[in-house]
T-cell receptor
Framework: RKEVEQDPGPFNVPEGATVAFNCTYSNSASQSFFWYRQDCRKEPKLLMSVYSSGNEDGRFTAQLNRASQYISLLIRDSKLSDSATYLC????????????FGQGTELSVKP | AAGVIQSPRHLIKEKRETATLKCYPIPRHDTVYWYQQGPGQDPQFLIS???????DKGSIPDRFSAQQFSDYHSELNMSSLELGDSALYFC????????????FGPGTRLTVL
């Protein structure tokens, strides 16, 4: 079982749709949480950090539930440019700061 | 803003050859991480350095070694290359290990023939 599990996807949605990704992590010592996006054959790019209080950046909202070890990402008003793979990422500080990635969820936004 | 620089961007090698990948972190970042991403896989942590000392080690084969130099750039040395080493190799850097968000370089695509 992977340490970080995500919805398998792919998600195919029309422009303007709202889409939600979910993620669970197994290491209760995890302390930092992130969503990265990765375009085909490119490097992962930090989309946003995720805080216990929840945080929003434009059309993107991230939530963290430490009790359930659950992370979510909501994308509102999807754009064609949102098409990418979204990676749920955990940094367990007691593991030297390395990032542990989920397998990623592919999003395809269609016109 | 300056980003992480990796070189070369593409590398083709034969089996049993050696390869050296280079990474130049974002200025003032003190921690470098190496990740390997195989086709259709998520990135897997290989090794990290904080202030030029190895800080953590992941699933890095014994055939691979790495170091961080006084100018904070890092090199990943890969010997006795195997077909299965073909992958994207990313370097990431952060400021202050364990707490910092990591910023990735564009990667080196290694193909072993």
């Amino acid at each position: 079982r992977k340490e970080v599990e995500q919805d398998p996807g792919p998600f195919n949605v029309p422009e303007g749709a709202t889409v939600a990704f979910n993620c669970t992590y197994s290491n209760s010592a995890s302390q930092s949480f992130f969503w990265y996006r990765q375009d085909c054959r490119k490097e992962p790019k930090l989309l946003m950090s995720v805080y216990s209080s929840g945080n929003e950046d434009g059309r993107f909202t991230a939530q963290l539930n430490r009790a359930s070890q659950y992370i979510s990402l909501l994308i509102r008003d999807s754009k064609l440019s949102d098409s990418a793979t979204y990676l749920c990422v955990v940094n367990a500080h007691n593991q030297g700061g390395k990032l542990i990635f989920g397998q990623g969820t592919e999003l395809s936004v269609k016109p | 803003a300056a980003g992480v620089i990796q070189s070369p961007r593409h590398l083709i090698k034969e089996k049993r050859e050696t390869a050296t990948l280079k990474c130049y972190p974002i200025p003032r970042h003190d921690t470098v991480y190496w990740y390997q991403q195989g086709p259709g896989q998520d990135p897997q942590f290989l090794i990290s350095f904080y202030e030029k000392m190895q800080s953590d080690k992941g699933s890095i084969p014994d055939r691979f070694s790495a170091q961080q130099f006084s100018d904070y750039h890092s090199e990943l040395n890969m010997s006795s290359l195997e077909l299965g080493d073909s992958a994207l190799y990313f370097c990431a850097s952060s400021f202050q290990t364990k707490l910092g968000e990591q910023f990735f370089g564009p990667g080196t695509r290694l193909t072993v023939l």
